[in-house]
């Protein structure tokens, strides 16, 4: 499967190199520190059928064999001609891809990425693979891929790549019409429910090829969310009426599709000045929940500006630090780079650690703290593993060892 060769070479076939000294397109495009990071590779590694191209330090660099295979699978999609070359960086935020017109692709990705799940260089490498030069196309995509990584969605199977449930699930998720990745990956989700994996990249091309193949997706998430708004209001109009603690017993069991309905009715009604500390908490979990809603739905709730971060004086001390753990999470969803995910990430991560054991708080944190290592990208500070800790540790705690132990074994097929 891998045949290795000496860098050098490989650089001047790819025009990368001329004599001693870089190609000079290619210092006006790429950083300093990228060049550099280069110029200490010795050896190259090739993935036979694929035209990729791993440049190491070492000649006995081994790269995870599911890693190879996957990245496989995805070049048999997309079926492209032009070499892909990939190289490791040590910068924090220098994971990135540089596509010329005549010549290869030029992919770094961070050392950490290469170790499972591997959603940094799946990314990257989709990007590799062509880019439209349409930003809700080329990171929709990616993004997609990478969200499957990061999920143990991607089967690289013969007879299919993508969980076929996954792709389901993932075409309904909430997304911000602002955050072109999103906006992207759910619409590619929804193609796929439809269509096979082979049609992927002809739409993908046919979207680019488009003047309004930017509009076209918007339009496509303009008409869920419009669905769903619908679909909101007829579940809230048409529910039967749960107390407070009722609503709790459906939050923890994550009965989510029976509890946005009730509680919405239920805290229609209600003013915070009139709750009692514990009906507060009940509203705090409300507020995180109203946090992941597509913006456009989200908007139309009386308490989303508490989720925008105008906390009310008359929210007590406790419940505040739930509505802003909401503000935080709104903020990480509404993300429209990968900089601004990763900053975002680490304010709210910050939150929760710090809050992690506090004696009121301390079980709705450390569910939090279950669904960030679960649902945050592996760059911006997400870990399975992390996920699967913070949910025994949940399932430790009186009262919550139900809702621990369903997130334990929702996250025992995840890698």
């Known amino acids: 499967m891998l045949s290795k060769h000496a860098s050098a070479a490989i650089l001047r076939k790819f025009g990368l190199r001329d004599g001693g000294q870089w190609n000079k397109g290619l210092t006006e495009v790429v950083p300093l520190q990228q060049l550099r990071e280069m110029a200490t590779t010795d050896w190259c590694i090739q993935l036979a059928s694929s035209n990729t191209f791993f440049f190491t330090k070492s000649k006995a660099y081994n790269i995870d064999e599911p890693l190879l295979n996957t990245l496989k699978a995805i070049f048999k999609l997309a079926k492209v001609a032009h070499p892909i070359c990939v190289w490791q960086t040590e910068h924090p935020h220098g994971e990135q891809c540089f596509q010329f017109e005549a010549g290869p692709a030029l992919i770094f990705v961070h050392s950490s990425s290469f170790l499972p799940p591997y959603e940094g260089v799946i990314h990257e490498y989709v990007h590799g693979l062509g880019l439209t030069g349409v930003p809700v196309v080329d990171e929709g995509l990616a993004t997609l891929f990478e969200a499957a990584a990061g999920e143990a969605a991607l089967k690289c199977s013969d007879q299919t790549m993508f969980d076929v449930s996954w792709v389901n699930t993932y075409s309904r998720r ?124 989200a908007v139309d709730f009386k308490h989303f500006p508490i989720v925008e971060g105008d906390i009310p ?51 709705d944190v450390l569910l939090q703290l279950v669904q960030f290592h679960r649902y945050t990208p592996k760059v911006a500070g997400g870990d399975v593993e992390a996920a699967k800790k913070y949910a025994e540790k949940l399932s430790l705690i009186p009262n919550m060892a139900s809702t621990g132990l369903r997130l334990m074994a929702s996250l025992s097929g995840s890698h």
């Not at 990480?332 to 009121?360: C, D, G, M, W």
Request: glycine letters at 6%; aromatic letters at 12%.
């Open 174 to 297: 909430p997304f911000s019409k602002g955050n072109i990745h999103y906006i992207g990956a759910v619409y590619f989700a929804a193609f796929l429910v439809a269509h096979s994996e082979n049609e992927l990249w002809g739409e993908r091309d046919r979207l680019a090829a488009l003047e309004d193949g930017k509009v076209v997706m918007k339009q496509m998430g303009e008409k869920l969310i419009e669905w769903r708004k619908k679909q909101y209001q007829n579940q809230a109009n048409s529910y039967p009426t749960f107390g407070y603690k009722g609503l709790d017993v459906l939050y923890f069991a994550g009965q989510f599709d029976d509890y946005l309905p009730a509680a919405t009715r239920y805290f229609s009604t209600r003013e915070n000045s009139a709750m009692q500390e514990a009906e507060q908490l009940t509203l705090g979990r409300y507020l995180i929940f109203i946090a992941t809603l597509d913006e456009e739905i």
């Open 313 to 363: 004086d008359t929210l007590g001390l406790v419940a505040s630090l739930l509505a802003e753990i909401a503000h935080l999470l709104r903020c990480v969803r509404a993300s429209s780079t990968r900089r601004s995910l990763i900053r975002n990430a680490a304010q709210l991560y910050a939150f929760l650690t710090k809050h992690e054991k506090h004696p009121t708080v301390g079980p």
